[in-house]
């Protein structure tokens, strides 16, 4: 596996405690994800002709996204409307990093 790509990882586990202890009451930690998407944008470079993708990747990413998830349904009407926005960008940059080859093939 390349080198960036185990830093990248080692990086998204550090931060996705960042991410998800304030979550868990009910705060998006913007510095956080803004590091987060970042990376993502990095990875969907470094992965766009990746056939497979290390588990550890995926198993962070998805925690992240899933916890955005289930914590927007315990906000206010006002509050689900930022997770979603943060669930809408996280959506979209993981079908890029994970999606994006597959996608171009079937064109």
């Given at each position: 596996m390349d080198n960036r790509i185990e830093e990248?990882?080692?990086?998204?586990?550090?931060?996705?405690?960042?991410?998800?202890?304030?979550?868990?009451?009910?705060?998006?930690n913007e510095a956080a994800f803004s590091v987060l998407y970042k990376l993502m944008d990095e990875l969907q470079g470094l992965l766009y002709n990746e056939k497979n993708v290390e588990k550890e990747l995926v198993a962070i990413l998805f925690l992240i996204y899933t916890q955005i998830d289930t914590q927007s349904k315990y906000v206010s009407?006002?509050?689900?409307?930022?997770?979603?926005?943060?669930?809408?960008?996280m959506r979209v940059g993981m079908r890029e990093i994970f999606g994006k080859a597959l996608q171009n093939e079937e064109d």
């Open positions: 990248i990882i080692l990086l998204l586990d550090a931060i996705a405690n960042d991410i998800i202890v304030p979550l868990r009451k009910k705060v998006i009407e006002d509050e689900k409307e930022i997770f979603m926005t943060y669930l809408s960008k």
